[in-house]
């Protein structure tokens, strides 16, 4: 057999499908590849029958004793050309209400790390927050735990009653969503290694717990401002710092509880129902950003931002709670044992 | 002799077009550096000012998934190197799984080490500098054969290098010995595929090799066959190799090569005692019929054997 004959013979229409591909990779068209047949349509059809016939010949390459290095050729020719036809998927922004209000509840509401997270999260911080005001029982609690200094500052911060103007707002909001929502992701990115996302929990929980509590004093400096401050956002930006450990636990515990699943498919199927949940937990800190922006610091009557707390509360219990009471789809969130392969939403 | 210069060649500009791609990049950044260090942010009003909170949080956290989402699985950092993500089962990234992989990926760098504690005698304003070391996403893509990090494993996707144009690595031969001493190899020889499979590798790589080390390393597999083939056990193992890599993957078998001058020559082990057989005779012969002109070939087919012989 020929086999420099045979390559002579297809190699044309390989190099045809080369600088088709350069054209695609160039502009994502083939209309500047050179020939008139690759003009529009055309030229698409010609790109993928080329890549057909490309196929087929890598997969005749091993009967046909092709030489390795033909082969390799085959594979990098058909690899490219794929690469070019099949191109990513975006974002559909019509999925993203059914992932806001129907998967992330559904998950949330299932969800046995979310309970674990909450707990853990909302525990703690009941927890430091009693043993912070309460001065009798443990006098040095809230200063070995935030530190004296921490502390003065706090109350030199809220010495003033709330005072603010548009700018101030406007600015604001926007370093609140950057840092706050940095805080929630990088739980979740945590949590795949459960110990570093517990730890980042406990710590926010803690340290919240004790200068919440520590203002609570009757004697603290400032307490009746800084409750001023806090109560508006606290609901939201609470909750997603919990959410968003959440998620990020269950990818953690997916590489465990592998519910049947080989344990990399387990991983990816956590992963998969933990988007939605992380999904969820952005959109509830940037609404705590915004809050913590605008009202937080506005000098409304506490009455006004007491309302709000209690509304984004029942918001936030309604969606948890009626959006994700389970509608007899949990066999699609928990995936039945005898089941293999990974559950791909995407 | 081969198509191996220009695979070296296609390496070469491969390697030039990576160093310009880097140039821009460098060019861009530097750009944005100085630009962006000459505009004072907060005299541009408060919705500047949280313009650029957000667009910080947005490249800091969502570059990645932006760009592999919108650009087939291609940062500028991949576009760069020339490589590109895609699913473990060849289908393009997702934005789903761009979405995990990005976000996972300050996992994988943990965990970060304070700039402090590597170089002692630093101002400790330096304390807040953490470099993260990736030690997590190292000792995960040494533990999977895809070298996928914890990002890539919970996202089922990984990293291939990009391939582009690339030449077709022919060996062309001429060398008037080869198709001589082909036809000599029994029609009945069926090759095998891991056998066809060598010696294209042989025939592509030989080129890098000197004339010695590639006796040296033919022989290993031609001993076995100059017994077969009954030939003269001094034959070169070198051309033999090379003559099997001809009829394997150039001929069609039916033809028969036009000798020219070797065509009194045989490599046959029963012709060795044969007149013609002897290489000096036939040198003679050769000599006498083409005159001084053919001197140059009849060097050629003294390198039939192996001057170097039983070493």
């Not at chain 2, 060649?9 to 944005?32: C, D, G, K, P």
């Not at chain 2, 025939?203 to 076995?224: D, G």
Request: net charge neutral.
């Amino acid at each position: 057999m020929n086999v420099a004959k045979l390559l002579d013979k297809r190699r044309v229409q390989w190099s045809e499908l080369e600088n088709l591909c350069d054209a695609m990779e160039k502009s994502g068209r083939t209309d500047k590849a050179g020939g008139v047949h690759h003009r529009g349509a055309e030229g698409v059809t010609r790109f993928s029958s080329l890549y057909r016939a490309a196929c087929a010949d890598l997969a005749l390459a091993d009967a046909y004793h092709l030489p390795p290095g033909t082969v390799t050729y085959l594979h990098r020719l058909v690899a490219r050309a794929h690469n070019q036809l099949y191109r990513a998927n975006k974002f559909e922004p019509s999925r993203l209400t059914e992932v806001l209000f129907h998967e992330a509840p559904q998950q949330i509401f299932a969800d046995p790390c979310v309970r674990i997270a909450t707990i853990v999260f909302f525990g703690l911080f009941a927890l430091s927050m009693f043993m912070a005001w309460n001065e009798d029982l443990f006098p040095k609690f809230a200063d070995s735990m935030v530190g004296t200094e921490q502390l003065e500052q706090m109350e030199e911060m809220y010495e003033k009653p709330l005072v603010g103007s548009l700018d101030h707002y406007v600015s604001m909001s926007g370093f609140y969503i950057m840092h706050n929502t940095g805080i929630g992701l990088q739980c979740f990115a945590y949590g795949i290694l459960i110990i570093p996302c517990l730890y980042n929990l406990a710590y926010n929980a803690l340290t919240l717990g004790t200068v919440f509590g520590y203002m609570a004093r009757p004697d603290a400096v400032g307490g009746d401002n800084f409750y001023h401050f806090v109560t508006a956002h606290g609901p939201f930006e609470l909750t997603a710092i919990a959410l968003a450990a959440a998620a990020g636990l269950r990818l953690g515990v997916g590489l465990f509880y592998t519910n049947g699943l080989a344990r990399i498919d387990s991983l990816h199927a956590s992963a998969m129902r933990a988007v939605p949940v992380m999904v969820a937990s952005a959109v509830l800190f940037c609404l705590a950003a915004f809050t913590e922006g605008f009202l937080s610091p506005s000098p409304a009557p506490y009455i006004v931002k007491a309302v709000w707390a209690i509304l984004s509360s029942g918001l936030i219990s309604f969606y948890f709670v009626i959006l994700g009471f389970p509608r007899g789809e949990l066999a699609v969130i928990h995936p039945p044992r005898t089941s293999s392969g990974a559950h791909d939403a995407a | 002799m081969t198509g191996c210069p220009d695979v070296i060649l296609s390496t070469r500009t491969r390697y030039r077009r990576m160093a310009a791609r880097w140039a821009i990049i460098l060019v861009i950044i530097f750009a944005i550096f100085i630009i962006s260090g000459l505009i004072d942010i907060t005299a541009l009003g408060s919705f500047a000012t949280a313009g650029m909170f957000l667009v910080y949080f947005a490249i800091n956290w969502f570059y990645g998934t932006f760009m592999e989402t919108y650009f087939n699985g291609r940062t500028v950092g991949k576009w760069a190197c020339g490589i590109r993500v895609i699913d473990i089962d060849g289908r393009p990234i997702t934005g789903k799984r761009a979405l995990i992989r990005n976000l996972l990926r300050l996992a994988d760098m943990l965990p970060p080490v304070a700039l402090t504690s590597i170089f002692q005698d630093m101002p400790m304003i330096f304390m807040v500098v953490m470099i993260p070391t990736g030690m997590v996403a190292l000792i995960v893509m040494v533990a999977t054969p895809r070298l996928q990090r914890l990002g890539d494993l919970a996202a089922r996707t990984m990293v291939i290098v990009d391939e582009r144009t690339w030449r077709l690595p022919v060996a062309k031969v001429d060398d008037a010995r080869v198709p001589a001493l082909a036809s000599f190899v029994p029609a009945d020889y069926r090759i095998s595929q891991s056998m066809a499979r060598t010696l294209a590798i042989y025939a592509e790589r030989r080129h890098f090799l000197t004339p010695a080390r590639r006796r040296e390393v033919a022989r290993h597999l031609t001993i076995p066959l100059v017994e077969q083939f009954e030939f003269r056990s001094d034959i070169d193992p070198d051309l033999l190799m090379y003559a099997l890599y001809y009829k394997t993957f150039l001929t069609d078998g039916s033809e028969t090569p036009d000798l020219g001058p070797l065509a009194g020559y045989s490599p046959l082990l029963r012709d060795v005692n044969k007149p013609q057989g002897l290489a000096g005779d036939a040198a003679q012969q050769a000599k006498i019929k083409a005159g001084p002109a053919a001197e140059k070939s009849t060097a050629n087919r003294f390198d039939f054997l192996n001057t170097e012989g039983s070493r």
